[in-house]
């Protein structure tokens, strides 16, 4: 795998704080809103689908997503255990996602990251890659 650009920016949770001070100061996720074109969700676990789908906005992903301008592209990759993907939840889940206009990159079947063989594994970074730059481009 190639070593990231040094000139990226990498925030967290305690960056979405620590940038606002009082009225009128930047407010982080309000900022990333604006500068990106397209946001991507790889991967897009259970916890954070959930929370997606409804509404919860409680960290600095989050806060974006729930600002993110729907004139512009969402993706999201779900990733988790087969056990979890095939919950019912799941896929209402997702619904509500696509019902909102977001893009759904599918899971595959593949070994999964707990080691068992099933469906719910992130799609291959080239098959994202290549979905984003053919919508975007």
């Not at 949770?13 to 930047?26: L, V």
């Not at 604006?34 to 600095?60: E, S």
């Not at 779900?78 to 909102?100: F, G, I, R």
Request: charge should be negative; hydrophobic fraction near 45%.
């Amino acid at each position: 795998m190639r070593e990231m650009p040094t000139n990226v920016e990498i925030y967290s949770d305690e960056d979405e704080w620590a940038c606002w001070k009082e009225m009128s100061d930047p407010v982080l996720h309000i900022q990333l809103r604006r500068w990106a074109d397209a946001l991507v969700i790889a991967p897009l676990d259970a916890n954070t689908l959930a929370k997606m789908a409804n509404g919860i906005c409680d960290n600095l992903l989050t806060c974006t997503i729930r600002a993110w301008d729907r004139m512009k592209p969402l993706f999201f990759c779900p990733a988790m255990n087969t056990y979890m993907w095939d919950h019912p939840l799941t896929a209402k889940h997702v619904k509500e996602l696509k019902d909102l206009g977001y893009i759904e990159i599918p899971c595959v079947a593949k070994r999964l990251a707990c080691g068992d063989v099933g469906h719910g594994a992130m799609a291959e970074v080239s098959t994202i890659v290549h979905e984003v730059v053919s919508r975007m481009f």
